[in-house]
Antibody, heavy 121, light 107 residues
């Protein structure tokens, strides 16, 4: 069974750095066919893609948030980590990680349950 | 970035109705498009990939099609469990971009 699970702080203060971890099971982060993205959704609003990391460690970022984001992975731990610097109340959102299956060109076939992050002093 | 214009933003329909949702891409994305269903408080669920491919676990009343840069999600006979918000996603070119969503409500 393929699963992804997000973890990290529920509350961060403005200007702080957010670190989120996505722990995957049922597939390997080193497999040629799989990548992982982070997506967020502010309350009541649409989905927004943030960042992606491929099996060969290629990294891509949202145009508007590129300067604040870093994505990395630890294959041995089956984890993908997203850091976002200089957090602002506008970054309050549910953050999801999701799998990309390249062999079928099937993006976000499996999602984590999401983690709500609130930015407030 | 490629813009995905999704319409309508919301619609009201009855059980048994045929429902159509459209996404238009600002440039050619081939058929690199997925459709997702999201219910309140839940993570999105993938319905369609490669514009028209239906995974085995998704009911056959859902279908996807496209012509040029216009993509369509059709629900042939709306069921009570289909009331949700639907999103399209293009992944032809980084960054991947979502449509703004269509909320399907009960009439």
């Amino acid at each position: 069974q393929v699963t992804l699970k997000e973890s990290g702080p529920v509350l961060v203060k403005p200007t702080e750095t957010l670190t989120l971890t996505c722990t995957v099971s049922g597939f390997s982060l080193s497999s040629t066919w799989f990548g992982v993205s982070w997506i967020r959704q502010p309350p009541g609003r649409a989905l927004e893609w943030l960042a992606h990391i491929s099996s060969i460690d290629e990294r891509s970022y949202s145009t508007s948030l590129k300067s604040r984001l870093t994505i990395s992975k630890d294959t041995s731990k089956s984890q993908v980590v997203l850091t976002m610097t200089n957090m602002d109340p506008m970054d309050t959102a549910t953050y999801y990680c999701a799998r990309v299956r390249l062999d079928y060109r099937d993006w976000f076939d499996i999602w984590g349950q999401g983690t709500l992050v609130t930015v407030s002093s | 970035d490629i813009q995905m214009t999704q319409s309508p933003s919301s619609l009201s329909a009855s059980v048994g109705d045929r429902v159509t949702i459209t996404c238009r891409a600002s440039q050619d994305i081939r058929n690199d498009l997925g459709w997702y269903q999201q219910k309140p408080g839940k993570a999105p669920k993938r319905l369609i990939y490669a514009a028209s491919s239906l995974p085995g676990e998704v009911p056959s009343r859902f279908s996807g099609s496209w012509s040029g840069t216009e993509f369509t999600l059709t629900i042939s006979s709306l069921q009570p469990e289909d009331f949700a918000t639907y999103y399209c996603l293009q992944h032809n070119t980084f960054p991947p971009t979502f449509g703004q969503g269509t909320k399907v409500e009960i009439k």
